[in-house]
Nanobody
Framework: QVQLVESGGGLVQAGDSLGLSCVFS????????VGWFRQAPGKEREFVAA????????YSTDSVEARFTISRDNAKTTVYLQMNNMKPDDTGVYHC?????????????????WGQGTQVTVSS
């Protein structure tokens, strides 16, 4: 059984940086792409960033592309999301998710496993 555990959330001010981690366990990590999604109160869960199984390709939504960086360490079975110059609109619960495929990673329906999420709050 695959498990994903996020950590690193917290309360920051606009302009600050924050790093999230997602630890994967249960199966061969290097066979899964991993994505980050976030959900603000009253809104749908939205795609933030994703990385393919080898780490050779990354994807991100336009609103975070110049500020957030996704990376992975397959030896540590961990995916990271480094968030810089944060904005109040970045507030939400951040979930990581694993997909057994390397396409359609912006679509949450492509993911097989989800973590419980970690809260990120950005004050203005």
């Amino acid at each position: 059984q695959v498990q994903l555990v996020e950590s690193g959330g917290g309360l920051v001010q606009a302009g600050d940086s924050l790093g999230l981690s997602c630890v994967f366990s249960g199966r061969a990590f290097n066979r899964y792409a991993v994505g980050w999604f976030r959900q603000a109160p009253g809104k749908e869960r939205e795609f933030v960033a994703a990385i393919n199984w080898s780490g050779s390709r990354t994807y991100s939504t336009d609103s975070v592309e110049a500020r957030f960086t996704i990376s992975r360490d397959n030896a540590k079975t961990t995916v990271y999301l480094q968030m810089n110059n944060m904005k109040p609109d970045d507030t939400g619960v951040y979930h990581c998710a694993a997909a057994g495929r390397d396409y359609g990673l912006g679509d949450r329906s492509q993911y097989d496993y989800w973590g419980q999420g970690t809260q990120v709050t950005v004050s203005s």
